[in-house]
């Protein structure tokens, strides 16, 4: 009788159960791994998606000033991307990039008139979804305006008359802030308030005190830098007459 050698198949269970496992590991490792190099070199994880924050961009000067007003984009994309502006008043800087990117917005107010302007930055990226992105651009260029009221004063006094108690007051029939400051000449016209910003009174005070039989004039000015009606000038005029 001739024993022939029994073939016996081989046990693969364990070993492909490892291989699975050390290939599962390895494809985990490299994605998190390419997160990792991407959060390093700045790239989105939605690499084909345009994205812009923020959506919109709002910002106000006064008239009359000229240094421009920035802010900034933020730019993400997994390619290249470029923006436009449709405004002259609108600075882009840069205007293409790739990646993640800050762009600069720059709004001049030189040359523009009291008002509120609108415009836009659009940010394109070839074949990206998203693409174009339409960014408003709100520029308000603010122009305070000076009133001081009343716009005279006028008193007579006699030798033995009190101070005469006045009140001017100020206010902004415009738009942006109002920084103002009052000033005068004469001894017997004395201010109660010499500063102030937005509406304000300024106290007066007249005297006839130590002053002659005869007709004293001075003016009140309130200056407000930047603002239309400044400088206001307002008259003071005090008589003296004798006692009956």
Known sequence: MILKPRRVRPWLGPVVVSLAAGVAVLLSGLLV??????????RSSTDGSL???PREVRDSALAGTTAPRQSSLQVTNGGSWSATNDSPWIGVDPTSGSGHRSVTIALNPQRLRPGAYAGSVTVSATEA???PVMI?????IQQPILVVTPEKISRTAQSNDSPFLDTLEVRNDGTGPLVWTASNKSG??????????GPGKIPLR????DLGIGTFRDTVIV?????AGSP??????LRRTRND
């Open 33 to 42: 791994n390419g997160c990792r190099i991407n959060k390093l070199l700045g």
């Open 223 to 227: 200056v407000a830098v930047g603002a």
């Open 188 to 197: 017997w016209l004395t201010l109660g308030t010499v500063a102030g910003v």
């Open 129 to 131: 979804a998203g693409s």
């Open 206 to 209: 007249i005297s006839s005190a």
């Open 232 to 237: 206001a000038r307002i008259p003071v005029t």
């Open 51 to 53: 994205q812009v924050t």
């Open 136 to 140: 408003p651009v709100t520029f308000v």
